[in-house]
């Protein structure tokens, strides 16, 4: 009979409510709501969906505490592996992930495990407000960790538990990394990605702010100094653009920077915080995944009269969530898709004025196995906009590279490392996170956290490389 139980859909915020807020759009499970989905989890003796989280979750163990009432000790089953289940809850791809793989879903719909790994956490945050774990023994060895993302703060949490000093060296003013400077509020509350690292602390987890590692101390310096190990979590930052005439014409923003000084320079609090900031009245952001969306609904918040998202494929082809597409059609984006921009148009001082864009159609399949954008002759437009966001991808800031003698690199600037147990070519230094596999999502870059965790301990306590 479980299979006859509805997907309980999570209230939300309307269209009209967040069109001109920063508010978080999901509004949680009640507690009823969330063990009635629990309830339709039919406990697989061999469960798929664990082997579809890359942290490996004891999915079926916390749904079963959620059934039974206990959202304690469902908090704590997410917990042995899981350091952000707040965050995971909120921006992990479930729909291709851990519910791709719920058998439930081969005849009905999955169960909605993302949903109520993020009801456990925000429980034991509201209501439990659960004391740090012990650590498991003391080790008297020192690591540190470059980068406060996903993947760094991942293996800090692993190895503080395994009683490792750690000590995190993160660039920027707030630790964070994507979580803070990169996913809007709107899908990621910063008070829960805080109160996630000052968990952290708690665990004794040293984090030092301000610091670029490579650029006023090396790698080889941590590994002189005092630690026995260092893991490289500096992520994929730097923006790629579309080098096409125009794009140095003031109004044209990387991804990055406008969503840093969105989210991370807190121009959504305006006037309290002054953050310097074009407030266009027409923006185009250009590109098609969850950045893209991202940036296109900051805008439409910050007082744009049109948001275009331009976008060379069409909407199936999109890599974004399907969630992300379907909240930004709601807010009203218009969707310029199978179009391509070739040059931005400016005025005489310099100012963005327009786009010219020519009109595309669906080929034969590219390497990606997506179909290729094929040109539509004698199609140019142009569409009038005096911001423009750009937002195709990213790659790896190159400086731990360029300062770090024997580390293995790609043609693509990311660092070699054994997808095991992340090791690089250089003893004692461990990647892993977008700086390895290049752009790609919250949990893979935890999953990378957590295998370096347990290779390390293995190197600090044998020696052996």
């Not at 320079?265 to 250009?286: L, S």
Request: charged share 25%; net charge neutral.
């Amino acid at each position: 009979m479980k299979d006859r139980i509805p997907r309980q859909k999570m209230p939300e915020l309307t269209p009209a409510e967040r069109k001109n807020n920063f508010n978080e759009i999901p509004l949680g499970y009640s507690k009823e709501t969330a063990m009635l989905e629990a309830s339709r989890c039919i406990q697989c003796k061999k469960p798929a969906c664990v082997g579809g989280c890359p942290v490996n979750v004891d999915i079926p163990g916390f749904i079963k505490e959620i059934t039974d009432g206990n959202f304690s000790g469902a908090f704590a089953v997410l917990k042995k592996t899981n350091t952000l289940p707040a965050v995971c809850g909120r921006v992990c791809p479930q729909e291709s992930q851990c519910e791709a793989q719920c058998i439930l879903g081969k005849k009905f719909e999955p169960v909605a495990i993302g949903k109520l790994e993020r009801f456990v956490a925000d429980y034991e945050r509201e209501v439990e407000n659960a004391a740090a774990r012990e650590a498991d023994g003391k080790k008297d060895k020192k690591v540190a960790i470059i980068g406060a993302g996903p993947a760094g703060l991942t293996a800090a949490g692993d190895l503080a538990q395994r009683g490792y000093a750690v000590t995190i060296f993160e660039a920027l003013h707030s630790p964070g990394g994507v979580l803070v400077y990169g996913i809007p509020q709107f899908r990621l509350p910063k008070e829960i990605v805080h109160y996630e690292i000052e968990a952290l602390k708690k665990r004794g987890v040293e984090l030092v702010l301000n610091r670029v590692v490579g650029m006023s101390q090396t790698v080889d310096d941590l590994l002189d100094r005092d630690y026995h190990a260092v893991f490289v979590g500096t992520g994929a930052g730097l923006p790629l653009f579309l080098n096409i005439a125009g794009e140095n014409l003031k109004g044209v923003y990387s991804a990055n920077e406008y969503l840093t000084r969105a989210n991370l320079m807190k121009a959504y609090k305006f006037p309290e915080y002054d953050t310097p900031i074009i407030r266009g009245k027409n923006i185009a952001v250009f590109g098609g995944g969850n950045v893209a969306m991202d940036a296109a609904r900051v805008a439409n918040r910050l007082g744009a009269e049109n948001v275009y998202l331009v976008y060379r494929r069409s909407r199936d082809e999109m890599p974004a969530r399907l969630e992300e597409i379907h909240h930004a059609d709601e807010e009203g984006i218009n969707f310029q898709l199978l179009t391509n921009p070739v040059r931005f148009l400016g005025d005489e001082s310099g100012n963005l004025k327009g786009v010219e864009c020519l009109r595309m159609e669906l080929g034969e399949p590219d390497e990606s196995g997506r179909r290729r954008p094929v040109t539509v002759k004698g199609s140019e437009f142009i569409i009038d906009i005096d911001v423009a966001i750009i937002a195709i991808g990213n790659a790896p800031n190159p400086i731990i590279q360029k300062s770090t003698v024997g580390l293995d690199t790609t043609k693509w600037g990311t660092i070699v490392a054994d997808n095991t147990t992340m090791k690089t070519s250089k003893k004692g230094v461990f990647a892993g996170g977008d700086i390895v596999s290049g752009a790609a999502t919250v949990i893979e870059a935890m999953g990378a956290g957590r295998k370096a965790a347990a290779a390390i301990d293995e190197f600090c306590t044998t020696g052996a490389w």
